[in-house]
């Protein structure tokens, strides 16, 4: 927590120091709303993701103008918020490796209840809230045309799995279950930003780099 009130520290200084009596910084501030669906790869045979794994992101950026005069030119930072889901098939497990280490593993939700009935669920999901720091170098041209290339640094604020479903148990019958915990997962993440559009309407892009559990700790996977 000290680390995400630092950077919005530093990130509100760097904006509040930035007019320069062309353009004030009311004028360069920005707001954006980003819907999307992940698309998530991982080696792991047990997991099945879903077909549509909504998310929603909302930034705030500070747009400077590259060069003297009116120019096309512009480079910008910001901060913002991002929730994505992760619909799957399985269950989070934590086992003892080699060195002693609780390891995360997925295995595949059971067909029968603890008690030999049939299980049914409705969803079962991983959610993941980050604080994003973006910054895109961007072109904008005459006619509204728009395109934008960056980069992106984010860190793990929270994180939790949510079943709706019958009791793996047997013991509560249909109900939801919510477990929350970090155990083994990247505390930040980064990749690369792409953006094309049409005056208000964009196309994002983003292709994350970094894993998302800790290296032989956990499934190997990307968003």
Known sequence: MKKVLL???????????????????LKRLTTRVDLFTDMWKTTNDSIKPGSINPGVSFYIMLDTPMGEGKTPWSWAVGAGLTSENLYNNVFLGYKTNTTGVYETYFYRIPAKTATNTTLTYKKNKMVFTF?????????????????????????????HTKYKGDDPAGKIG?????????????SSRYGLTFAVGYKSLMFNGYYQLSKTFKDNLGPDMYP
């Open 174 to 186: 249909y109900g939801k279950i919510k477990t929350s915990t970090s155990t083994n997962l990247q």
């Open 131 to 159: 604080l994003d720091l973006p910054f895109e170098l961007r072109y904008r041209s005459e006619n509204g045309f728009k395109v934008a290339v960056g980069l992106k640094y984010g860190l793990l604020l929270g994180f």
């Open 7 to 25: 950077i919005i520290l530093l990130f509100t200084t760097a904006m509040a120091s930035a007019q320069d009596g062309k353009l004030g910084l």
